[in-house]
């Protein structure tokens, strides 16, 4: 495990105070005025992309890929702003008709939530099967991200840390880190109808992940997204330039179509 990991596993556990502090006035009849009804989230993704590609830079297959994902949430059950999820995800290389998939369980925790400022500490175990890595993967790892966000001049800015953490696969382990900072501005609104973009660069480090280790790639993003009510349509641009001589510089594409259906979410009442 990385020491990047270990820090945001460290960011995790100063927070359990704080959360079981309000678990515990929850309990004792003093709910968070503020916190609002649980809910329930499914969100569907289908799209294309002119191939697979990991953090690390290979691309797989010859590509284009067709890409969809499914997840099933429950938002602001304990604490405001937190959700459990899980999810599963494939992507299939068209030519050859050979899916990669991936599935797991995710807890987003709400460590800061302030008029301009907001953080994020999301923990997940996942499954990846990929037969098109190297002599084919089957991977156990555990992800954490740290998201950190604020608005400057009204508009929003994102620092976001994946700290990646191959536990068990019959590839070598390692873990890795991918480092993003972003901005999301929006460009339009009429109607119900928003245009946003969003754009930033992206880093990752490796240590023995799959073998790889150092500096691995510097990517420059771009998306357009079209959202009304619980629909998006998301447009993406991605170059990428190699740090090691063996990464290629690239560039990848997708769309993606994606549609959230949500309702409230009382177990307990039958409702």
């Known amino acids: 495990m990385s020491k990047y990991s270990v820090v945001l596993t460290l960011v995790a556990l100063c927070s359990v105070a704080q959360s079981q502090t309000m678990l515990t006035a929850a309990r004792q009849g003093k709910p968070d005025q503020d916190k609002p009804e649980p809910t329930w989230s499914v969100t569907l ?3 294309y992309a002119n191939t697979f590609q990991l953090i690390l830079g290979s691309k797989f297959g010859k590509g284009p890929d067709f890409q969809n994902k499914m997840t099933m949430s429950v938002n602001n059950q304990f604490l405001r702003g937190d959700s459990l999820s899980a999810f599963g995800w494939s992507t299939t290389d068209i030519p050859s008709a050979t899916p990669s998939w991936q599935a797991g369980l995710l807890y987003k925790l709400p460590l800061l939530q302030r008029e301009n400022h907001s953080l994020f500490l ?5 499954r990846w099967i990929l037969p098109m890595v190297k002599t084919g993967s089957k991977d156990w790892f555990v992800i954490e991200n740290l998201i950190y966000g604020t608005s400057i001049k009204r508009i929003p800015l994102f620092v976001s840390e994946d700290a990646y953490t191959l536990v ?3 590839l070598p382990t390692g873990s890795a880190l991918y480092s993003q900072i972003y901005t999301q501005q929006p460009l339009f ?3 119900g109808l928003r245009l946003a973009l969003r754009e930033g660069p992206a880093y990752t480090y490796s240590w023995g992940l799959y073998g790889c280790s150092g500096n691995r790639v510097l ?3 771009g998306a357009l997204i ?3 009510k619980g629909t998006s349509l998301e447009t993406s641009y991605r170059k990428q330039f190699g740090l090691q001589d063996r990464i290629p510089n690239n560039g990848f594409w997708s769309v993606l179509l994606t549609r959230q ?3 409230p979410f009382h177990p307990l009442s039958g409702k």
């Open 168 to 170: 068990k696969s019959n």
């Open 226 to 228: 079209a959202s009304w």
């Open 189 to 191: 609104k009429h109607h």
């Open 261 to 263: 259906f949500t309702g």
């Open 219 to 221: 990517r420059y993003s």
């Open 45 to 47: 993704t289908g799209g």
């Open 122 to 126: 999301t923990a997940s175990g996942q």
